[in-house]
Structure formats: structure tokens, C-alpha cells
């Protein structure tokens, strides 16, 4: 079946520093690929997401890119900020049907 | 964007006794719901799928006699949690889909903490 394997976390950083968080996926057909963020203490939100091959999804300074050949949907964001500690979750969808997530992966951007 | 609220957002109850958990989409119409748990620290586990209606769909290992799940309308869903115990503490997300773009967005969850 469909599966998403993520970085295990926690991931720390500096404020300022650069972030990767990698994400590769299985998928029978054509997945629809997106990133959640959920704070501490509340509920799951989109991030962003990519419906075919070569699209970027991007947000808030994050970006990420449907790369079908490596099967990959890696988020990055340039200058993490102190606001941007939370959890990041992986996901696919394919033909309208359920969403698949990734483990989650935490992290931490230290002032 | 799409607005969903559940309620109760946080809940505690007596080992035995049944909660029911509510997730309404607020403007627009889901003619299908899911609803996810998820343990401290880690990623949602889908427990059903259910189709305005419709009797729902449970995942393998979920009990459909103890997460009862009722989708009566398209802007309502339910989901009761009868005779709970103390491993049944989680945090229980529900999940609608837009009928018209087969966008899903995600409730705020409720935290259920059985004592």
C-alpha cells in the first residue's frame, strides 16, 4: 500500500539557519503530496501542496517540490524562524481517497 | 479557507462512561469524514471513514462497536467513544472532505483523557 517515510526527528536549529526535511513517498498512480504543520497544542494545518510531477508547492517561505523520478517531497525553507518550532507531517493522497502521513518530524529553532 | 470545529476540544472522563465527539465543517459540505487519532508524539492513525449515510469503514484493529461513527448529514459527524478506558486517552482529529473539490482539511482536534 501507500507509504511516506520522513526524517526522524528532533531536528534543532539556530534561527536564521537553513531547513531540510526529507520525505520520500510509495504510491500506486498519481499521488497528490502535501505538508502539514501542527503547533503544540493544536490541530493539523496544510503547509502546502503539489498535485503532478515538477510542481512546487510553496507557504510562508517554505517550499517543496514533486520530484517523481526520486520519488521525494522535500521541504525546505531558507531562514527558519523561533515561530517555525512545531511538527512537520508528510503526506500522499492518490485518487481522492484517504491521506497517508509520515511519522512526523519535530522541530526546535533555538533564538 | 474551509472552517471545521469540533467540540468538545478537551474532555475528561470516568473510566466506563461513553464520550461523544462532534465535528461539524461550518461552510462547506463533506459528503466524507474521516477521523484520525494520534498518541503523544506521533503521526495520525486513520481509524474510519465514514460517507454521509453511510455506515462507516474501519481500519484494521479498530473496534466499530467502541468508536461508534455517525455522518447524518454533510455538514455533521460524530464520533462516540463507548465505555472508554483508560488506553482509549488520545487526541481524536476528524478530518471532512469538500464534496466539491475533494479538499480534506482537518478538525483541531480534542484531547480525551480517561481517568
Known amino acids: 500500500g501507500d507509504s511516506v517515510t520522513q526524517m526522524e526527528g528532533p531536528v534543532t536549529l539556530s534561527e536564521e539557519a537553513f531547513l531540510t526535511i526529507n520525505c520520500t513517498y510509495t504510491?500506486?498512480?498519481?499521488?497528490?503530496l502535501f505538508w502539514y504543520v501542527q503547533y503544540p497544542g493544536e490541530g493539523l494545518q496544510l503547509l502546502l501542496k503539489?498535485?503532478?510531477?515538477?510542481d512546487k508547492g510553496s507557504n510562508k517561505g517554505f517550499e517543496a517540490t514533486y520530484r517523481k523520478e526520486t520519488t521525494s517531497f522535500h521541504l525546505e525553507k531558507g531562514s527558519v524562524q523561533v515561530s517555525d518550532s512545531a511538527v512537520y507531517f508528510c503526506a500522499t493522497k492518490t485518487g481522492g481517497f484517504k491521506t497517508i502521513f509520515g511519522a512526523g518530524t519535530r522541530l526546535f529553532v533555538k533564538a | 479557507g474551509a472552517v471545521v470545529s469540533q467540540h468538545p476540544s478537551w474532555v475528561i472522563c470516568k473510566s466506563g462512561t461513553s464520550v461523544k465527539i462532534e465535528c461539524r465543517s461550518l461552510?462547506?459540505?463533506?459528503?466524507?469524514m474521516f477521523w484520525y487519532r494520534q498518541f503523544p508524539k506521533q503521526s495520525l492513525m486513520l481509524m474510519a471513514t465514514s460517507n454521509e449515510g453511510s455506515k462507516a469503514t474501519y481500519e484494521q484493529g479498530v473496534e466499530k462497536d467502541k468508536f461508534l461513527i455517525n455522518h447524518a448529514s454533510l455538514t455533521l459527524s460524530t464520533l462516540t467513544v463507548t465505555s472508554a478506558h483508560p488506553e482509549d486517552s488520545s487526541f481524536y482529529i476528524c478530518?471532512?472532505?469538500?464534496?466539491?473539490?475533494?479538499?480534506?482539511?482537518f478538525g483541531p482536534g480534542t484531547r480525551l483523557t480517561v481517568t
Open positions: 503539489a498535485t503532478k510531477a515538477d
Open positions: 504510491a500506486t498512480g498519481y499521488p497528490s
Open positions: 461552510d462547506f459540505q463533506a459528503t466524507t
Open positions: 478530518s471532512p472532505e469538500d464534496r466539491e473539490f475533494y479538499e480534506q482539511y
